[in-house]
């Protein structure tokens, strides 16, 4: 809307349309609303598949050490003591029974989970020490990691707990 004053008497002439560049300027606001709106559902389903990712690796880690546990219970003598301290195994199941390879295995089509075995030493006093004092053969350290790629790195989680030869077997 503008003024045109000619002489005394002042009237009000009302412009018609857009001009060009109100008609772009809308155009490029409303084009910059929707490229942010598509870039935020972006970045949050990307934020919501890497949660995923987190709680699955969580899970694949505790049936990890349940996995090592029934070994344990199936025979100490047969599946755990004949494993090699500090070798990656990775688990499967074979049907009926958790059992270990040195074969990599893909877990989900996503991750590798895999599970290192360590000697453990006690001391004097029965307590677990990092040096010194003497091997314990019923006792192991268990390490589980789960790896999965990401978009130009990986990402590891891992656990770790002690099992011992509950049943002497």
Do not use: C
């Not at 003598?77 to 195994?89: E, F, K, R």
């Not at 009926?96 to 000697?119: G, H, Y």
């Not at 091997?135 to 707990?161: H, L, P």
């Amino acid at each position: 809307m503008y003024i045109r004053t000619s002489g005394s008497n002042a009237r009000r002439v009302r412009s018609r349309g857009f001009t060009l560049i109100e008609i772009l300027l809308g155009a490029s606001m409303l084009a910059l609303f929707i490229v942010s709106i598509a870039l935020y559902y972006r970045k949050a389903l990307e934020v919501s598949q890497e949660t995923t990712h987190h709680i699955q690796a969580g899970f694949l880690l505790e049936e990890g050490i349940e996995a090592v546990k029934s070994m344990r219970d199936d025979g100490w003598t047969t599946y755990i003591a004949t494993l090699n301290p500090g070798t990656s195994y990775y688990l499967y199941w074979n049907g009926s029974k958790w059992r270990a390879t040195t074969t990599p295995l893909q877990v989900e089509n996503t991750f590798w989970r895999s599970v290192i075995l360590s000697s453990v030493n006690r001391d004097v006093n029965d307590d677990i020490v990092t040096t010194g004092g003497s091997a314990d053969a019923g006792t192991r350290k268990v390490r589980v990691d789960v790896t999965w790629n990401k978009k130009t790195a990986s990402s590891t989680e891992s656990i770790e707990t002690y099992i011992t030869n509950l049943f002497n077997n």
